[in-house]
């Protein structure tokens, strides 16, 4: 049952927590350390450095929640609610100086996720979305059909990486939704998510990323009017998450394809 | 032979072209006619409205100049200088409410290019070069290896969209292009070409687009120390043009590909 009184609360701490991280992120400005993980990722300190401020700030406000994020142990894990970071998605580009990287904070209550804010400090765009309350870019409210006036012209379908494909072998996935999506972006990160939410992109496929990748992305995009569908891929592994979301005409098709 | 003096003139007009363009933009802001040309790509007033402003304004400061842009007839063909302009490079971007389109402003003598500005109205970023006196990012100075120092991880690539390799039926160069290159960006428009200059991406291969697509990049890419190649595919076609461009190593190993 959605108590509103209750999500609003959670919609106003989580853009709370997205405006803290840019404080964070601000006072790092261009002068920080950088190492590639094994995986041949990146973590600056200052991934680090957000998401120790986010939790802090959550074990002081609901010290019963767990916390699960990109770059340090879970804690309280089993409790109802989860939150979930991302401190930075993107890192390979917010250090390469690509603005379009962003902070990925979400509330799950056991499965449901319950509130997303998907914030870009560099655009000076927050995302944000609660269950029954509507999704936000800034104070406006967004919809997946806010371009719907916009005709003609191929769909916009954002696409994870060859990379991400590359993970489970699946390259030839890609190379057919290309061929039937012919106008595609790979912005990479959260900034594809909320291209979506707000009516920019038709749909986006995501495949072969972590759970705190798109643990603001279901409640954004649902809020917003649009479908959020977890799909298998035929070599998926433990581990990678993959989900089609946006125009609901769009997102049918691109599943099917995933699929096959 | 390279006068700065007037490199400097040019560059300091070409940047105030592109004020001029942000603020025919701005006047617009959200309220625009849209439509769909015969090749699907879209155009709006806006796009017209900012190519009228700037023709009017080269035509006052350098009457015997000739004019090259994707929305008006040519002006004064054959003349010693020619200015190109793309009014806004990524309309289809633009329409759909995402802030990676661009204005293009290039100026060439004779078939070599001078004078180049990019400019970013949504991003507050506006990209210039000229002949001689370096590359700029609004009044910071640029160079393709400016994060050199991150290293690890795979090389990002800038990719054109299946789109347009389509439209010479050469899907398969971009399939070969993300095996080598599995770290993609597929931005479209000018904004993939900044990242490249400010050394964000390591390089692109840009594919059958028009010649104003690339009319500020070349001397962009070159002010910035990096390397432009027009590059042509096996399927080329006239009206269409090519180029990678970025840091010399991995452009060469885009190119042999392409041309393969």
């Given at each position: 049952m959605i108590d509103n009184n209750?999500?609003?609360?959670?919609?106003?701490f989580?853009r709370?927590?997205?405006?803290?991280?840019?404080r964070?992120?601000a006072?790092?400005?261009r002068?920080?350390?950088?190492?590639a993980?094994?995986d041949g990722s990146?973590?600056?300190?200052?991934?680090?450095?957000?998401?120790?401020?986010?939790?802090?700030?959550i074990?002081?406000?609901?010290?019963a929640h767990a916390?699960?994020?990109?770059?340090?142990?879970?804690?309280?894990?089993g409790a109802e609610f989860?939150?979930?970071?991302?401190?930075?998605?993107?890192t390979?580009?917010?250090v390469?100086g690509?603005?379009?990287?962003?902070c990925?904070i979400?509330?799950?209550?056991?499965?449901?996720?319950?509130m997303?804010?998907?914030?870009?400090?560099?655009?000076n765009l927050?995302?944000s979305a609660?269950?029954?309350?509507?999704?936000?870019?800034?104070?406006?409210?967004?919809?997946?059909?806010?371009f719907?006036?916009v005709t003609?012209?191929?769909p916009?379908v954002?696409?994870?990486?060859?990379?991400?494909?590359l993970?489970?072998g699946?390259?030839?996935?890609?190379?057919?939704?290309?061929?039937?999506?012919?106008?595609?972006?790979g912005?990479r990160d959260?900034?594809?998510h909320?291209?979506?939410a707000q009516g920019?992109?038709?749909?986006?496929?995501e495949?072969?990323v972590?759970a705190?990748?798109?643990a603001?992305?279901?409640?954004?995009?649902e809020?917003?009017g649009?479908v959020?569908?977890?799909?298998?891929?035929?070599n998926g592994r433990?581990?990678y998450?993959n989900?089609?979301?946006g125009d609901?005409a769009?997102v049918?098709?691109l599943?099917a394809l995933?699929?096959d």
């Amino acid at each position: 049952m959605i108590d509103n009184n209750d999500n609003h609360a959670y919609l106003t701490f989580g853009r709370a927590l997205a405006a803290q991280a840019r404080r964070v992120i601000a006072h790092y400005g261009r002068d920080f350390k950088v190492s590639a993980k094994p995986d041949g990722s990146f973590v600056s300190e200052v991934d680090v450095a957000v998401e120790r401020a986010l939790r802090e700030s959550i074990a002081a406000r609901f010290p019963a929640h767990a916390v699960q994020g990109e770059e340090l142990p879970a804690t309280q894990t089993g409790a109802e609610f989860t939150w979930l970071i991302d401190p930075i998605d993107g890192t390979d580009n917010f250090v390469h100086g690509v603005p379009t990287y962003g902070c990925i904070i979400g509330l799950h209550r056991g499965d449901e996720p319950v509130m997303g804010v998907i914030d870009h400090p560099a655009l000076n765009l927050c995302y944000s979305a609660a269950r029954g309350l509507g999704a936000f870019c800034n104070e406006r409210r967004i919809r997946v059909d806010d371009f719907a006036h916009v005709t003609g012209g191929e769909p916009i379908v954002a696409l994870a990486a060859p990379a991400n494909f590359l993970k489970t072998g699946e390259l030839g996935l890609l190379e057919r939704v290309q061929q039937l999506f012919p106008n595609t972006r790979g912005y990479r990160d959260c900034f594809a998510h909320t291209r979506v939410a707000q009516g920019s992109v038709a749909a986006m496929a995501e495949v072969n990323v972590s759970a705190w990748d798109l643990a603001a992305t279901q409640v954004l995009i649902e809020e917003a009017g649009g479908v959020f569908i977890p799909v298998a891929t035929p070599n998926g592994r433990a581990g990678y998450v993959n989900a089609v979301f946006g125009d609901a005409a769009i997102v049918r098709r691109l599943a099917a394809l995933l699929q096959d």
